[in-house]
T-cell receptor, first 113, second 114 residues
Framework: NAGVTQTPKFQVLKTGQSMTLQCAQD?????MSWYRQDPGMGLRLIHY???????DQGEVPNGYNVSRSTTEDFPLRLLSAAPSQTSVYFC????????????FGQGTRLTVV | GNSVTQMEGPVTLSEEAFLTINCTYT??????LFWYVQYPGEGLQLLLK?????DKGSNKGFEATYRKETTSFHLEKGSVQVSDSAVYFC?????????????FGTGTRLQVTL
């Protein structure tokens, strides 16, 4: 039982490049989300999804796209990377829409140069 | 909007010392409150939670009580160990829009020395 799996663990991009951060879960959780973690700012919500085909914006959505075609996967796309997107990205899932425990992946450390 | 304020770190303690990490919150509704812990190189894991006023969450010797009158959820442990060294995040979950979303504090790094 893998839980929440994020790939890659580390990535270096040049400004303007695009990439997709992958998140997969095997817990059949309805809710999936992406956060970024920056020093002194805690975790901030980028996008979230309450089920396949449904996505919504969080606190800091600009520069990121998401889609949810299956229950298991919730990829995060950076279309044109900027140095301000250098961060650690976490995918998190919950069983339902309400305030239950969130399960986190191990994170992707992204550096944009 | 919702917000969570935690004490600045790092907090450095000797093993077996008493730990308090302060957390206060602002929320428009009736949130659930959480403490998450992040060990080096890992994602966050739930440490404890409380879903209504006066509830006490506890786990692994850590405790926190949901105080609505002071809008606080301070984390305490009577005797810390070196293995407790980590970053601790206070968070609230409140229903806005289509789902309950977590709002995190900035995190408090705890370092425990022998």
């Amino acid at each position: 039982n893998a839980g929440v799996t994020q790939t890659p663990k580390f990535q270096v991009l040049k400004t303007g490049q695009s990439m997709t951060l992958q998140c997969a879960q095997d817990m059949n959780h309805e809710y999936m989300s992406w956060y970024r973690q920056d020093p002194g700012m805690g975790l901030r919500l980028i996008h979230y999804s309450v089920g396949a085909g449904i996505t919504d914006q969080g606190e800091v959505p600009n520069g990121y796209n998401v889609s949810r075609s299956t229950t298991e996967d919730f990829p995060l796309r950076l279309l044109s990377a900027a140095p301000s997107q250098t961060s650690v990205y976490f995918c998190a899932t919950k069983f339902g829409r309400e305030g239950t425990e969130a399960f986190f992946g191990q994170g992707t450390r992204l550096t944009v140069v | 909007g919702n917000s969570v304020t935690q004490m600045e770190g790092p907090v450095t303690l000797s093993e077996e010392a008493f730990l308090t990490i302060n957390c206060t919150y602002t929320a428009t509704g009736y949130p659930s409150l959480f403490w998450y812990v992040q060990y080096p190189g890992e994602g966050l894991q739930l440490l404890l939670k409380a879903t209504k006023a006066d509830d006490k969450g506890s786990n692994k010797g850590f405790e926190a009580t949901y105080r609505k009158e002071t809008t606080s959820f301070h984390l305490e442990k009577g005797s810390v160990q070196v293995s407790d060294s980590a970053v601790y995040f206070c968070a609230l979950s409140d229903r806005t829009g289509t789902a309950s979303k977590l709002t995190f504090g900035t995190g408090t790094r705890l370092q425990v020395t022998l």
